[in-house]
């Protein structure tokens, strides 16, 4: 066996405990114990024998092919994320993943100068596990802290300052977390730790860990709070990085004419004052500020 043999098993326990019978067409008897359904119809729905059924949940089998794994990701309503994400556990377990384990290498310099080009779009690059690798001044002054290069979005999420004025706190940690399981490799050290930090500290994380929810995150909204303005609500959208592997360029900005946009402009050309009051004489300073608007 492998080292991560039971990440197959572990996703399949937990996916079935989440359908219910009357999700597949099943009736539900009074006196049922188990939470989602029994082996015995997980097997039937996918047409498989129980005894290997049995053998794939307790990791006793390991190679399964593509053939039942697209019955099993079928018979467990299993969207096209999270079956994806059940052939790769899949190849992980039998020590067969097409995509062994490689230390990720942060982003070029050149990376760093278009994020900083964009002056007036709060802009990071995350890795695999959702640490922070680089971002621009406006993303740092917007994130008041937790959008900082080596800081972690899904530890963020489970702050008691991002629950207090999260939008709806619930579902935004719900998809934080299934995005790690998404991306992240359970043979990566670092997953491990953040999962053993948060496990360790948070009831709410381990709740939301167990389901192995498994699904990017592409785009979405949030709620920042921003000094000299307060709360405002902003939108996001990821981009995967060619040629960076495991990297995601996570881009921010507001609709139109909104409290947000207002904000992110306000904020910006703040920090391009102060970069000007760092670097230029007063008598240059004044015609760069008039050239920029």
């Known amino acids: 066996m492998t080292k991560n043999c039971g990440v197959l098993a572990s996703y399949l326990r937990a996916r079935r405990s989440l359908v219910q019978p009357e999700d597949v067409g099943l009736p539900r008897e009074s006196n049922r114990r188990v939470s989602g359904l029994r082996r015995q119809e997980v097997a039937a729905l996918a047409d498989i024998s129980f005894d290997y ?8 089998h390991q190679q399964p092919s593509d053939q039942v794994l697209a019955s099993l990701g079928r018979a467990l309503l299993l969207d096209e994320d999270a079956q994806f994400h059940l052939f790769r556990m899949a190849r992980i377990s039998a ?16 990376m760093s100068r278009l994020l900083e080009f964009w002056s007036h779009t709060p802009a990071v690059i995350l890795d695999r596990n ?13 994130g008041r802290g937790h959008l900082n290069p080596g ?26 977390v299934a995005a790690l399981r998404y991306h992240g490799d359970p043979r990566d050290p670092r997953l491990r730790e953040i999962v053993g930090v948060l496990s360790h500290r948070d ?3 381990r709740r939301i860990w167990a389901r192995h929810d498994a699904r990017p995150m592409r785009s979405g909204t949030l ?15 990821n981009f ?10 996570s881009t921010f900005f507001a609709e139109s004419d909104s409290r947000g946009a207002v904000a992110l402009t306000s904020l910006a050309e703040h920090l391009l004052r102060t970069s000007l009051d760092d670097r230029m004489p007063r008598d240059l300073r004044t015609g760069a500020l008039r050239a920029a608007g």
């Open 130 to 142: 959702q640490d922070v690798v680089r971002a621009n001044r406006l993303a740092v002054a917007l």
């Open 151 to 176: 800081n972690n979005l899904v530890i963020s999420t489970f702050d008691q300052v991002v629950r207090d004025t999260a939008a709806d706190w619930e579902d935004s940690a719900i998809q934080s």
């Open 203 to 205: 009831p709410d994380f």
């Open 95 to 110: 020590g067969t993943s097409r995509t062994p384990l490689r230390p990720m290498i942060d982003p070029d310099d050149n």
């Open 223 to 237: 709620r920042s709070d921003i000094e000299r303005v307060g709360l405002v609500d902003l939108c996001f959208q």
């Open 240 to 249: 995967a990085i060619p040629g960076h592997t495991g990297h995601t360029l």
């Open 53 to 60: 059924y049995l053998r794939l949940e307790q990791g006793r």
